[in-house]
């Protein structure tokens, strides 16, 4: 196969790609679109495999099926709670594996086509030397990502004084040895590079909250595309800097919108402050105010009695497994007349998206799961709101308290309806450390006990 | 790529070098990804982090040519060997990516009519 033709067939999976991105607009479209995607990377390994001078085709086969396996295994068998790890773990393969392909660029110019007369050329020394650190830095943060939301290590931040300094240290010496690689072309300066962004990425992530992991997670993918394209530069393939600045700028789109739905800033996430704050919070003595607590009679009675009810899940549910419950109880109340919809805060979950797909996978039909801006003015006009396994999303002091420290995050206004219902484990402050007014409230009714055998109980009441 | 053509072709063409090529191919791709990312709608932001994790993947194509480019100097050299391996993680990532992706976009289903 000659290099304008497999040029041209590499133009054609970019095309793929970009419309398996594009078919993500609905659901409907969405299948056909990974179906496109697939067959993208398909022509791009056929292209390539095609290639001139190729050798040893028995072993790549196998490298390909070995991986493969290992990845449908995963992937079929995970459960949808533990996506957000799963992501992350996927994440740290694509870092490890650019750097691994840069590595061998390094070690073997010739065969990668990016040798000049004077050894490799400078433009090809600078591409390596950046796809080399974002990959590096990838790997290793993917890593701690991982670590933190698989519950290998804590969640809370590791902080240490001094960290800041550390880190902006590091990643000038990370800039500097990339110089040097690029005026040298010494082996030294190139592990010396690896080694530094590897550390880099760690002391990167490790100083984040669990509470901020969904942005972590969305900047890391967006990392490992940006270290696809840095590659993709280096070899001057198109089809790696198109893959790679797509992958790289949809990750970027979901950080921020992850950070805007906590009212953050990017910064703000990555140099941490946050947890700091709320844990002196937390940590305050409280006073004690009256709280009205029901069962699930109670509850029953009132959502019976409703016409209208919205269900606003968390992450709690999800761990509590309580969403196929929570579907059966709405289609009894479906099946009595009641208006039912849910109510997703982009942040609900643990990751981008991860609540919707918590329901879908409970059955939940999906033009019944509404995001935060579409149903906030609802709220008003809603009899009962049942809170489950979410707290700080439903907090009124986002929008009342300037000293609160989610003040100006965007919530989802439940105290506007008639009810609430706040399924909870016990009266303690939400994943934040911050008290929720709305607990206090005339209309609010505490369903205190596990999201799920509280919702079986109303279930059974019904 | 050919080594640097010598100064009299470069200055008898006003061809681009190719970095300026790749530089355009790569900022006109990050506008073309703002737009179409910015239409997905959030119900499927998970799928798409899966879907984009597997493409991005596709950094397998460079991990095939340090496998099984030619011109080894003898036997297997380390250079094919992170091939080798840099194939088989990115393998994990693309079965992985899309596997993982149709597994989520099957569970959205429409109210059924009644």
């Known amino acids: 196969m000659n290099g304008t033709l497999s040029s041209l067939l590499y133009l054609v999976s970019s095309v793929c790609f970009i419309l398996a991105l594009r078919g993500l607009s609905s659901p409907e479209s969405a299948r056909r679109g990974n179906l496109l995607g697939i067959f993208g990377m398909i022509l791009a390994i056929g292209t390539t495999v095609a290639g001139p001078d190729m050798v040893s085709l028995p072993l790549i086969a196998v490298a390909v099926l070995l991986g493969g396996a290992i990845g449908t295994a995963i992937a079929q068998r995970i459960q949808m709670t533990a996506l957000p790890q799963l992501i992350a773990a996927f994440h740290s393969l694509v870092g490890a594996a650019a750097v691994l392909v840069a590595a061998a660029a390094f070690l073997h110019p010739a065969a990668l086509g990016i040798l000049g007369e004077h050894g490799i050329h400078t433009a090809s020394l600078v591409e390596m030397a950046i796809g080399t650190a974002i990959g590096a830095i990838t790997f290793t943060g993917s890593v701690v990502a991982f670590a933190k939301l698989q519950g290998l290590v804590t969640g809370s931040p590791l902080v240490f004084r001094g960290q800041h300094m550390i880190n902006a240290a590091l990643a000038v010496a990370c800039v500097a040895i990339g110089i040097w690689f690029v005026a040298t072309q010494s082996d030294a300066a190139f592990w010396l590079l690896v080694a530094s962004s590897l550390a880099l990425g760690l002391l990167l992530i490790v100083p984040i909250g669990g509470a901020d992991m969904p942005v972590v997670v969305s900047m890391l993918n967006s990392y490992s595309g940006w270290a696809a394209s840095g590659i993709g530069f280096t070899l001057h393939n198109n089809l790696l800097i198109i893959t790679g600045a797509l992958v790289g700028s949809s990750g970027a789109i979901l950080s921020y919108i992850m950070c805007k739905a906590m009212n953050r800033s990017i910064f703000n996430v990555i140099f941490g402050g946050f947890a700091s704050e709320s844990g002196a919070i937390g940590g305050a003595p409280r006073e004690q105010r009256p709280v009205k607590i029901g069962n699930a009679e109670d509850a029953a009675f009132i959502m019976q009695n409703a016409s209208s009810v919205i269900i606003v899940p968390g992450y709690g549910m999800a761990v509590a497994q309580a969403q196929h419950v929570l579907r059966e109880m709405a289609d009894q109340l479906k099946e009595a007349g009641v208006n039912v919809r849910y109510a997703i805060h982009p942040v609900a979950g643990r990751m981008p998206g991860h609540m919707n797909v918590l329901l879908a996978e409970a059955n939940v039909p999906y033009d019944e799961v509404v995001e935060l801006e579409e149903i906030n003015r609802d709220f008003a006009v809603t009899d009962v709101v049942y809170v489950i396994g979410a707290n700080d999303i439903t907090n009124p002091a986002a929008r009342s308290d300037p000293k609160s420290p989610i003040f100006g995050m965007p919530v989802l206004d439940v105290e506007k309806a008639k009810t609430v219902l706040f399924v909870k484990r016990s009266l303690a402050s939400g994943y934040a450390g911050i008290d929720n007014e709305l607990f206090y409230r005339d209309n609010t009714m505490m369903l205190l006990g596990d999201a799920k055998k509280v919702t079986e109980e109303l279930l059974k009441a019904l | ?114």
């Open chain 2, 1 to 114: 790529m050919p080594p640097l053509a010598p100064a009299s072709q470069v200055a008898a063409s006003s061809a681009a070098d190719p970095v300026v090529l790749s530089l355009t191919v790569f900022v006109l791709a990050c506008f073309i990804g703002y737009y179409v990312v910015w239409r997905v709608t959030p119900a499927l932001h998970s799928p798409l982090m899966a879907v984009t994790n597997a493409i991005s993947s596709v950094i397998i194509v460079g991990a095939l040519i340090a496998a099984g480019a030619t011109a080894q100097a003898h036997g297997i050299a380390i250079s094919q060997l992170l091939g080798f391996a840099a194939i088989t993680l990115a393998a994990v990532n693309i079965f992985g990516g899309f596997v993982i992706s149709q597994r989520m976009l099957g569970k959205f289903k429409k109210k059924p009519k009644t």
